[in-house]
């Protein structure tokens, strides 16, 4: 099981095209533009509203809503402090649209990394030429490029409205959120892309795949989130996927933030690895 | 039976099982270094199974498998391993040459060459001008001879073929066969395939599979001329006697004329004589009894030996 830097290279930069023509990469494409588009052009609706909760002046109105939202999401006055004052608020708010909504996209563009090719026996015409390992891995890197490509556009697009906006913080602050958030929607990727890796050598098929994938994402969401409602100790399972330390990433203390990038890390390395053994262990 | 541990392709008491079912129990096997290798055997008997563990398709459940003394995913077989795998497509939507250039490319080639390289394996197989054609695009004859093609990449020392000429018409098998037997020495070849004709042309050693075993495994002419029989297909049908003056011979055991598949058939079983002498004089002895023949064939057939030994 040895791992060639030439052939992951290759690979990675061959997926990286591919996905640019295929249709799930479309499909994600379409996904996130649509979203972005529609989560920025709230943003700029809400411009002034935005701009009052960054200057810490709400009217009654915004004052009311504002204790609701904290109610409901059981929010502390620190936490929307660093929200919407600390960090530019169209980044923040932008951020968490985007956050909301990314992991079905990133799972959507990430579902046929190697599926097609098992079930086509495709990957076979490959087999005799670089190592499981390699193709796993290759392809997890070409998705993650492909992925990260739309990501950046989509922080810098982000960026250039917060820009334009934003009449409370400098342009370096943020510039520099700009790429937190860009930074943050990237971590939260890398797991997201591992388990569709594993979902795709698993059942080698690409409906299986995003069944099996969406389906985990789903009955996580079910178990750890509405289960928590009914019993605390229920919450636990939301934490088999990454997603409910999302947010932490951006809007989270340095000390959360640091443990969500962590985290991000080693669901990577667990479902990747996951990845790697079943593809090196199953037939193909 | 142990295989040797020198060959090509070794394998050591090989076992593979889906689910209840024992594909393959103890398979043994070697594949001498250069030669040309059939795999035979009835349907269901584990040629294909046997075929996709040593292309590293299939783990095997026990055993081990060494293709030039490596195991597969080794470094020292990059680029010396090739297959053509049966029933695998390629991916819907991208240029076959572009695909074919990324098999290159994991091959050890240049971004530069790998095109290159694929446009000269495309034309031996006379398919030079489907490089810019998408995989959909192609007939099953067109997509089997590109599919060899990407078995060609490169200078492989061991070339697999699964079923290289099933599907293809009369021309395309002749043009497929020609090529592979001007490789054949190059490299070794193991073809699994149920074209007994093909295989006896083309492979100087075979092994039959029955029930998930090797139940021969020898050079071809070993086990074609096992038996020392000539068989004439005779052209018309010939007078009863015919057969008496072959059985007056002393070194022939038996004579006899039967029907096989809508043809006569002499055969002719011989004792204590070279077969190729002994054919020489039969032909002078139908000659002087005007009986024609459309056929000539030295020791049993391998779709003979293979019914026999299945």
């Not at chain 1, 030439?6 to 690979?11: F, G, M, N, V, Y």
């Not at chain 1, 890398?190 to 409906?207: D, E, K, Q, R, W």
């Not at chain 1, 088999?240 to 990433?249: A, G, V």
């Not at chain 2, 099953?140 to 001879?145: I, P, S």
């Amino acid at each position: 099981m040895t791992l060639n830097p030439r052939d992951l290279k290759i690979l990675a930069a061959y997926e990286l095209r591919v996905l640019f023509r295929s249709g799930p990469g479309m499909l994600a494409l379409l996904f996130l533009g649509m979203y972005g588009v529609w989560a920025i052009s709230k943003v700029a609706e809400y411009a002034s509203t935005l701009n009052s909760l960054a200057s810490g002046s709400l009217s009654q109105e915004e004052s009311f809503v504002m204790g609701a939202v904290r109610w409901l999401a059981d929010l502390d006055e620190a936490f929307l402090q660093r929200l919407f004052q600390d960090h530019s608020p169209f980044i923040t708010v932008l951020f968490m649209a985007v956050a909301f909504a990314t992991p079905l996209f990133t799972m959507v563009a990430a579902l046929d990394q190697n599926a097609t090719d098992i079930s086509g026996k495709g990957i076979r015409f490959l087999l005799p030429r670089t190592t499981r390992l390699n193709l796993v891995l290759g392809r997890y890197l070409g998705t993650l490029a492909f992925w990260s490509t739309l990501l950046v556009l989509m922080g810098v697009a982000a960026t250039l409205t917060a820009l334009s906006l934003d009449e409370h913080h400098g342009a370096a602050l943020v510039v520099f959120d700009g790429l937190w958030f860009t930074a943050a929607l990237l971590l939260l990727s890398l797991p997201l892309i591992a388990l569709m890796a594993f979902c795709g050598v698993v059942t080698g098929s690409p409906l299986l795949s995003a069944t099996m994938g969406l389906g985990a994402y789903l009955g996580v969401w079910l178990l750890g989130g509405l289960g928590g409602w009914i019993h605390d100790g229920l919450k636990v399972f939301s934490y088999l996927l990454p997603m409910p330390l999302r947010y932490d990433l951006m809007i989270g203390t340095p000390a959360q933030v640091a443990v969500a990038g962590v985290a991000m890390l080693v669901y990577t390395a667990v479902f990747l690895g996951a990845a790697a053994w079943v593809a090196q262990k199953r037939d193909l | 039976m142990r295989a040797s541990s020198e060959g090509a392709v070794v394998l050591e008491g090989v076992h593979k099982r889906f689910g209840a079912v024992q594909a393959l129990a103890g398979v043994d096997l070697a594949i001498p270094q250069g030669s040309c290798f059939g795999l035979v055997g009835p349907n269901g008997a584990g040629k294909t199974t046997l075929f996709s563990i040593i292309s590293g398709f299939l783990r095997p459940s026990a055993g081990r498998v060494r293709v030039l003394g490596h195991p597969h995913g080794a470094e020292d077989l990059r680029g010396r391993l090739a297959v053509l795998p049966q029933d695998a497509s390629w991916r819907k939507g991208i240029p076959l040459g572009r695909q074919m250039a990324l098999c290159a490319r994991l091959q050890g080639f240049s971004s530069a060459d790998a095109p290159r390289e694929v446009l000269r394996v495309l034309a031996l197989t006379g398919m030079a001008d489907c490089a810019g054609r998408h995989p959909d695009k192609l007939s099953h004859g067109m997509a089997k001879r590109v599919a060899i093609a990407q078995a060609l990449i490169g200078d492989p020392a061991v070339v697999l073929l699964d079923e290289p000429i099933s599907g293809l018409d009369p021309a395309q098998a002749r043009a497929i066969r020609l090529l592979i037997q001007g490789e054949s020495g190059k490299r070794t070849f193991l073809i699994s395939s149920h074209d007994m004709p093909d295989i006896e042309a083309l492979c100087s050693h075979v092994a039959i599979i029955k029930a998930g075993r090797i139940v021969e495994q020898r050079r071809m002419d070993e086990l074609t001329r096992r038996e020392a029989v000539v068989v004439f297909t005779l052209a018309e049908v010939p007078s009863e006697a015919l057969a008496a003056p072959f059985r007056a011979l002393a070194y022939v055991s038996a004579a006899e004329i039967r029907p096989v598949e809508r043809k006569l058939q002499l055969t002719v079983r011989v004792d204590q004589k070279g077969i190729d002498e002994a054919a020489a004089e039969f032909i002078k002895l139908l000659m002087e009894h005007k009986a024609t023949f459309v056929g000539l064939q030295k020791g049993t057939s391998l779709e003979d030996a293979v019914l026999k030994a299945t």
